[in-house]
């Protein structure tokens, strides 16, 4: 089938396809693929307007998940800080604990 580039390029197909006589089966199918291209790029087109919108938020989002992970990391920091003085000093670090039988 050749490739439609103009939508002055659907006006004789479709009337092409009635000259035909098509059968219902092949009028609907061509009618849903119509209606999914049109949503297609109705949905695209309301994300390209939307997005300066959203992409700010995710911006935001994804600078608070980042300062989570290093305060984590840095908390994580202190208590190997904090084992490895109390080893230092004699004491028994909770990872190295032996149990008792």
Same mark, same amino acid.
């Given at each position: 089938? !050749? =490739?439609?580039?103009?939508?002055?390029?659907? +006006?004789?197909?479709?009337?092409?396809?009635?000259?035909? =006589? !098509?059968?219902?089966?092949?009028?609907? +199918?061509?009618?849903?693929?119509?209606?999914?291209?049109?949503?297609?790029?109705? +949905?695209?087109?309301?994300?390209?307007?939307?997005?300066?919108?959203?992409?700010?938020?995710?911006?935001?989002?994804?600078?608070?998940?980042?300062?989570?992970?290093?305060?984590?990391?840095?908390?994580?920091?202190?208590?190997?800080?904090?084992?490895?003085?109390?080893?230092?000093?004699?004491?028994?670090?909770?990872?190295?604990?032996?149990?008792?039988?």
């Amino acid at each position: 089938m !050749p =490739k439609m580039e103009t939508v002055q390029e659907l +006006i004789p197909l479709a009337k092409e396809m009635m000259a035909q =006589k !098509p059968k219902g089966k092949m009028i609907k +199918i061509y009618v849903l693929g119509s209606v999914l291209a049109f949503f297609g790029v109705m +949905i695209r087109l309301m994300e390209t307007v939307c997005s300066p919108f959203c992409s700010n938020r995710w911006l935001q989002e994804d600078e608070v998940a980042q300062a989570a992970r290093i305060q984590e990391s840095r908390r994580r920091e202190v208590l190997l800080e904090k084992s490895k003085q109390q080893e230092a000093l004699g004491g028994r670090s909770l990872s190295h604990r032996q149990h008792a039988s």
